[in-house]
């Protein structure tokens, strides 16, 4: 039986936690709805968990995000840190069945999957979970938070589905080419 967690899905889960930190400050704000932009943190976090699973997904998330809130912010804004692991979590808890891995994510059907699942997961979560959060951990107003959870379900909707769909058929096209273990040096 295959490990759920693994040696490389905990060196995934570092790296991506890593990047996904690198990146919070990387965005492009909406404008006409505060404290909401479009952030290509998205795309590795879709992309650790499309390829390593539900666990490195939620992880990647949930410490990439609270760490990055810590770092450039000074504290954490958990109604929105939660969400972003369950982003991971349910994008995840599909990996095996868009082929990343397999080199046979080009598919368009597998491209189709992929987005159909992290829409709906980001649906979930940011129309759903963070601003119910908001409410009832910071008394944030309603009006407000269902406003920036809704753009903020459609910016990181696009941002995966163009980065985040581009990661995962380049690294599918690599990691699906048969490796060359023959020896061709000279003995």
């Known amino acids: 039986m295959k490990q759920l967690f693994g040696k490389r899905e905990v060196v995934a889960t570092g790296i991506g936690t890593a990047l996904f930190v690198v990146l919070t400050t990387v965005e492009i704000p909406l ?44 504290s954490i804004w958990w109604s ?3 969400p972003e692991a369950v982003v991971g979590l349910c994008i995840g808890l599909f990996h095996n069945k868009y082929a990343i891995k397999d080199g046979n994510f080009a598919n368009p059907v597998s491209i189709i999957y992929f987005n159909v699942i992290q829409a709906a997961a980001n649906a979930v979560a940011w129309i759903a979970a963070a601003p119910v959060l908001d409410i009832l951990v910071y008394q944030e107003p309603v009006n407000k938070v269902f406003a920036q959870g809704f753009f903020a379900f459609i910016g990181n909707t696009i941002v995966i589905g163009i980065m985040g769909s581009a990661l995962a058929v380049a690294y599918s096209a690599v990691a699906g080419k048969p490796s060359d273990n023959t020896n061709t040096g000279g003995g």
């Open 31 to 74: 404008g006409f709805v505060p404290k909401t932009a479009l952030q290509p943190r998205m795309a590795v976090l879709a992309f650790i968990a499309g390829v390593f699973g539900p666990i490195a997904g939620a992880l990647t998330g949930l410490l990439g995000h609270a760490i990055g809130d810590v770092i450039f912010y000074g």
């Open 80 to 82: 929105w840190v939660f």
